[in-house]
């Protein structure tokens, strides 16, 4: 039995993908506690430093040749994760380039190919550690169908295959300037370095314990950050490093933890610690660098917070209210220092006691108002004021977005862990449904709608993994489906079975009657009023949606093709409130999927099959990232079987019988 590893810092990349100079600390520090004869006892730890394509390649596919079953091989990556348009992810190189904002895959080196190399190797203890963006994408392909087409878990089979990666959310794993090491490998390290690591005391740290004690660092030191541990099949304990014997330091180590949960150490706590520090026979050096090694991740998180505090106090002192522009980027600030919702909010309540134009603070203000006259939540709806765009085609040509600001009526559902979900009102009404664009939309007849509330979003990640925690009512639920990881982005790979569910947990927690949209309901609320084919005009702008911009429809030009989802609320919404309807993700509604609508309901309500198949398909609107510009239209109509699942497929809720509507 042999242990080899195979450290690989990227930290020089070409123009446009920026420098990650911790990179190359990262696998030098990676590197002395694995061969720590102390810690490590690795046989062979090859290190690589900026090395070419060629020469990366070559190096990861020895890694696992020529090996036994017994082996333990290990593989670090510190660099640039990217992903191409499917999401399938690529190592980045120092010759990793993009064309018109497109990733040459050539130029860089496929996951697919890794899985490869593991794929042919016998042996059963393999460890991938990725300290990348984007770097969710590696491991899911080990557990999830890519694309339907291949199942990595068949293909690969073998026991004992992990993937430990930095973060799930594929976009916001920033390293900032100044840092010796990136924050999920300095974690990693101190966790092996100094045994702190080993959860159950056996004298060893292994690959899951070394997982879950970065998760808690980092869960005090940037809250935003997920790392994820993928796993394709269970095999025995995978022993990373000697933990050593359980001297003084590791013992105060513990007892530090347990009296610092919140980051401080109250009296009573300092109390208890001097005499444990005391029968251990520790000095005072020792114990306050113990001390403060524990107290670090909460340190950095109150700095960072700070940060954000400090930013908003001057963009407050530049312009009051804050305009869209303000928020977006403070919103970009957020994802940059991985600062969660609840602090931003502590912040926003600080900063802006007397003025809650954000959504969070509105939240907040509600909840306190609740609490003060004691009143159901189901008999308030907040006046809130939003973005609107009207885009119009100039004689020349040239694109024109007009801009103004329009207002409504929400109301606000407290989810999960102080998760929010914001339901505009629809006024009922009736409208035209359909188009003589196909015949699937055809004939347009008139729809009486009644009065709703609906979703102003798409449900997101953070939404979904609170509903889904929710107690099951039928159907069990994958708390993190989504191949785009953001808990702003919309949840995706989700069929419609699996969204029932999810009104179904959220109507059975709240008492309220939460479902999917009615085919009717969601043109109606999608039109906002309007005729034309989008909501702001007679064409669609990149500017104003999510879609495959390589394409145009009518007059439009060309633009972005982003290829993945945004975050929910990236474009002005329609004269209703509500945003992402054209484009993003494909939602689902209620219906059944009817070839034309000779015979359709024109009372809004869903048109079911009484007698159709539990898989029988059912309606999509919208469009995505993934389409056509012509697919994204207000009547287009689209069907997949009810048990299907894509990562351009999400849905929005309704909610009905609201009092007063």
């Known amino acids: 039995m042999g242990k080899y590893a195979l450290l690989i810092g990227v930290s020089e990349y070409p123009e446009g993908l920026g420098n990650l100079p911790a990179a190359a600390n990262d696998v030098q520090a990676v590197q002395a506690v694995l061969s720590d004869r102390e810690r490590g006892e690795f046989d062979d730890v090859q290190v690589l430093v900026n090395p070419g394509l060629e020469e990366m390649q070559s190096a ?4 696992f040749a020529d090996r036994s079953a017994e082996d333990l091989l290990l593989l670090y990556f510190s660099g640039h994760g990217l992903t191409d348009g499917m999401g399938k992810f690529f190592f980045a190189t120092p010759t990793t380039r993009k064309q018109n904002g497109v990733l040459m895959r050539s130029s860089a080196i496929a996951a697919g190919l890794v899985h490869e190399f593991m794929q042919d190797c016998p042996s059963e203890r393999q460890v991938v550690i990725l ?11 080990l557990m999830a169908r890519d694309g339907g087409d291949i199942d990595f878990q068949l293909q690969l089979g073998g026991k004992g295959r992990v993937v430990l990666t930095a973060s799930a959310a594929i976009d916001y794993s920033f390293e900032r300037s100044g840092e010796e090491l990136a924050i999920y490998t300095r974690y990693l390290v101190e966790g092996l370095r100094t045994g702190a690591a080993d959860r159950d005391g056996d004298g060893w740290v292994s690959v899951d314990e070394l997982h879950e004690y970065v998760k808690d660092q980092l869960r005090k030191a940037a809250p935003n950050m997920s790392p994820q541990r993928y796993l394709v099949q269970d095999g025995e304990k995978i ?10 330091q590791r013992q105060y180590r513990k007892e530090v933890e347990r009296y610092s949960q919140d980051g401080e150490i109250r009296p009573a ?48 002192a530049l312009q009051f209210p804050l305009g869209e522009r303000a928020w977006q980027e403070l919103r970009d600030l957020q994802k940059i220092l991985n600062l969660s919702e609840a602090d931003v909010v502590a912040v926003q309540g600080r900063v802006l006691p007397e003025m809650p134009t954000n959504p969070e603070i509105v939240i907040e203000v509600v909840r306190e108002a609740q609490q003060e006259v004691k009143v159901e939540s189901s008999s308030l709806l907040i006046p809130f004021t939003f973005t609107t765009a009207k885009l119009i085609v100039e004689k020349n040509g040239k694109i024109k977005i007009n801009q103004s600001q329009g207002s409504g009526q929400q109301f606000i ?9 914001e339901l505009v009102q629809v006024p009922g009404g009736s409208f035209q449904m359909g188009s003589d664009e196909y015949d699937s939309e055809k004939p347009i007849h008139g729809v009486k709608v009644p009065a709703f509330l609906m979703g102003k979003y798409p449900i997101t990640q953070a939404q979904w993994k609170a509903i889904a925690q929710l107690p099951k009512v039928n159907r069990d639920l994958d708390l993190d489906p989504a191949d785009f990881k953001g808990h702003d982005r919309p949840v995706e790979k ?71 989802t945004t975050p929910v609320g990236t474009f002005p919404a329609n004269g209703w409130g509500l945003c992402d309807l054209h484009g993003n993700v494909w939602e689902w509604c209620l219906d059944h999927w009817h070839d034309n609508y000779k015979g359709a309901p024109q009372d809004g309500s869903a048109w079911l099959d009484r007698n159709a198949e539990e898989n029988a398909y059912r309606i999509l609107r919208g469009g995505s990232w993934f389409s056509l510009p012509i697919y994204c239209r207000s009547s287009y109509r689209r069907w997949d079987p ?20």
């Not at 990861?60 to 890694?63: A, K, P, R």
């Not at 300290?131 to 392909?141: I, N, V, W």
């Not at 559902?413 to 979900?421: F, N, P, Q, S, V």
């Open 239 to 248: 022993r990373l490093a000697k933990a050593g014997v359980v001297d003084p």
């Open 131 to 141: 300290d990348c963006c984007h770097s969710g994408a590696f491991g899911a392909g």
């Open 642 to 661: 009810a048990g299907d699942f894509s990562n351009y497929v999400g849905f929005r809720v309704v909610l009905v019988g609201f009092p007063g509507l």
């Open 494 to 564: 989700v069929s419609w079975w699996s969204a029932i569910e999810a009104c179904d947990r959220l109507s059975q927690a709240t008492q309220r009657t939460y479902r999917l949209p009615t085919e009717a309901e969601w043109e109606y609320a999608c039109r906002a009023g309007t005729t034309t084919p989008f909501y702001f005009g007679e064409t669609i702008s990149t500017d104003l949606a999510n879609y495959d911009g390589n394409h145009t429809y009518g007059k439009g030009q060309k633009g972005q093709y982003r290829e993945q």
């Open 60 to 63: 990861i596919e020895m890694l």
């Open 269 to 316: 706590g300092r109390w208890i610690l001097r005499l444990k520090q005391q029968a251990l026979g520790l000095e005072d050096a020792a114990a306050r660098e113990v001390e403060a090694e524990v107290l670090q991740p909460y340190v950095e998180h109150r700095q960072k917070v700070q940060e954000y505090e400090d930013c908003l106090r001057e963009e407050v």
């Open 413 to 421: 559902e407290t989810l999960a862990d102080g998760t929010t979900l």
